[in-house]
């Protein structure tokens, strides 16, 4: 399963509790995170292996939308900040829009990542019992 984990900065903190909380399944994942976000998940778990993009403002979240047009992200997890104005929104809609083009599951705050992850993590142990 590969993953982009993307935060806006308010919402940081938020991101680096929730892979906390689901290291151990994130732990079998290939992760992609823009810039500082990534930075901040490494820092907290270093046993999490992250691909760090560019900061998104210089183009991280471009680099991740990329990625999306290439098929090799299967999730996106945003936590978005609706209440402080980001100077770098276009980027932010041109990745949410290829994230739908894509139909790749989106979460956008926690309650949305925790049924990305509880699908991802029941399509991992079905793919594992077939493999059997």
Do not use: W
Request: with cysteine; net charge negative.
């Amino acid at each position: 399963m590969r993953i982009a984990l993307i935060a806006h900065d308010e919402k940081k903190d938020d991101l680096v509790a929730f892979c906390r909380a689901h290291e151990a399944f994130l732990a079998g994942c290939d992760l992609v995170a823009t810039g500082t976000t990534g930075a901040l998940i490494q820092e907290g778990m270093p046993g999490l292996n992250v691909r760090r993009m560019k900061s998104g403002p210089l183009g991280g979240d471009q680099q991740i939308g990329a990625l999306i047009a290439e098929g090799l992200i299967d999730a996106l997890v945003f936590f978005v900040d609706p209440l402080t104005p980001m100077p770098h929104d276009v980027d932010v809609k041109a990745l949410m829009r290829l994230a739908i083009v894509y139909d790749i599951p989106m979460a956008l705050n926690k309650a949305t990542a925790e049924i990305v992850l509880a699908m991802a993590e029941h399509r991992s142990a079905t793919e594992m019992e077939r493999a059997r």
